[in-house]
């Protein structure tokens, strides 16, 4: 299903283990994946959040080099999925879910992306799916440094910015997370995003009776997050 390599552990020395080794290491990649809860084992919210944990600090710590069996996957998850965990993040290129929490293979994770980690009707919907429908337990808004569409809102909450077609109203709603924090110490942006993350997971909740109903009966737990570019480390907020 995927054989990780480290990073410095480079293609043509692969090439060199030959057909058995090579073998053996995809084989023990594959046993050590089917543990996984996209096998389909129950997880909770804690435990969800834990496998995102661990897998983020592999990212982090352990930067590694995947080839991975995509036919295998595919067949795999073709009939159906079970993922464990739910993501919603910034559209941004530099913030894959699936890279950012450890590699994760088809079927794991329910993503929901757009600029700002917003939670319009569309989002809603998708993670009420998710939750309700799936079964996943856990949801993570995930924000992130140097966020083009915070920045955006933060201009126009300093210099009255203004910006073409539908980009203006679609950061709209990250203004009031700006104004929240304007008057904090430190970086505007970086304070903002954590604050709209914050913000959008609350929104979450209130909007979707759905969301809400499992939230307090313990099958579904909602997190802020927020995601360093500079060392791939995924912070989680209060």
Not at 52 to 64: A, D, H, R, T, Y
Not at 95 to 102: D, L, N, Q, Y
């Amino acid at each position: 299903m995927c054989t990780c390599l480290p990073a410095a552990f480079d293609r043509r020395r692969l090439l060199s283990l030959g057909a058995g080794a090579l073998a053996a290491t995809t084989l023990a990649g594959t046993a050590a994946r089917a543990a996984g809860a996209y096998e389909g084992s129950p997880r909770s919210p804690d435990h969800s959040l834990e496998g995102l944990i661990q897998g983020n600090g592999k990212f982090v710590s352990e930067p590694q080099l995947c080839e991975i069996d995509l036919p295998s996957q595919r067949a795999h998850v073709a009939e159906g999925q079970t993922p464990w965990a739910s993501i919603l993040s910034c559209a941004d290129s530099r913030v894959p879910p699936e890279i950012v929490f450890g590699g994760r293979q088809l079927g794991e994770i329910f993503v929901a992306r757009n600029a700002g980690n917003l939670a319009d009707t569309a989002t809603i919907g998708t993670l009420e799916y998710g939750a309700g429908v799936l079964g996943s337990p856990l949801i993570v808004v995930l924000g992130h440094a140097r966020c083009g569409a915070v920045k955006a809102a933060c201009e126009v909450v300093e210099s009255n910015a203004t910006f073409p077609g539908a980009i203006g109203p679609m950061i709209y709603p990250i203004i009031p997370a700006v104004l929240a924090v304007r008057d904090q110490p430190g970086d505007l942006v970086a304070n903002a995003t954590r604050e709209n993350a914050r913000r959008t997971v609350r929104g979450l909740i209130k909007a979707s009776a759905m969301l809400s109903d499992l939230v307090d009966e313990g099958k579904l737990k909602a997190v802020a997050a927020f995601y360093h570019l500079d060392t791939g480390k995924v912070e989680y907020l209060d």
